[in-house]
């Protein structure tokens, strides 16, 4: 359910612009996943960060492709590490849950709080929530011990 808000919110904020990102958006938007797919694939070997983040979505839910969340898991990382608030929200609701990935409260407040830092509006505001919550289940330690590794964090600018 947290995905499909998300999704949807996701392509919102990108409708207004022209250009493969925005042709696949409206081809996830319509139903059309496979072309949707195939824009978002060509888009990510050229290291494009929301088109990773919308194959994470198509690989969460079984859009257009066969359903699996470590997959989707795989994307939201590359995202997120790329500095995506969006993906580092979804990665973070992964972790809680343990969809896709071991289940680990730290790494969930890590990305929760990436994505807190990176967002703006709504989400940073549902990022902020989820932090809040998350940083309740763990000692003092283990919250500075992550509080450190996000002041010093900096984002991938490409892969290898």
């Known amino acids: 359910m947290f995905l499909a808000a998300f999704a949807l919110a996701l392509t919102a904020s990108v ?3 022209a250009g493969p990102f925005e042709d696949g958006v409206m081809a996830y938007d319509e139903g059309r996943y496979g072309v949707a797919k195939t824009l978002f ?5 050229s290291g494009h960060a929301s088109a990773e983040t919308m194959l994470g979505i198509m690989y969460f839910n079984g859009q257009g492709v066969v359903q699996d969340r470590f997959i989707a898991a795989i994307y939201f990382y590359k995202s997120a590490r790329r500095g995506n608030a969006n993906a ?3 990665l973070g609701s992964l972790y809680i849950q343990g969809i896709g990935v071991g289940a680990n409260t730290a790494t969930a407040y890590k990305w929760v709080s990436l994505a807190e830092k990176a967002a703006e509006g709504q989400l940073a505001e549902a990022a902020r ?3 809040q919550r998350l940083g309740a289940g763990l000692s003092d330690q283990e919250r500075q011990s992550v509080d450190a590794i996000v002041d010093q964090w900096e984002p991938v600018r490409a892969y290898k």
């Open 41 to 45: 694939e060509g888009l990510v070997a």
């Open 88 to 90: 580092q929200l979804a």
């Open 15 to 17: 409708r207004s612009e």
């Open 129 to 131: 929530e989820l932090r």
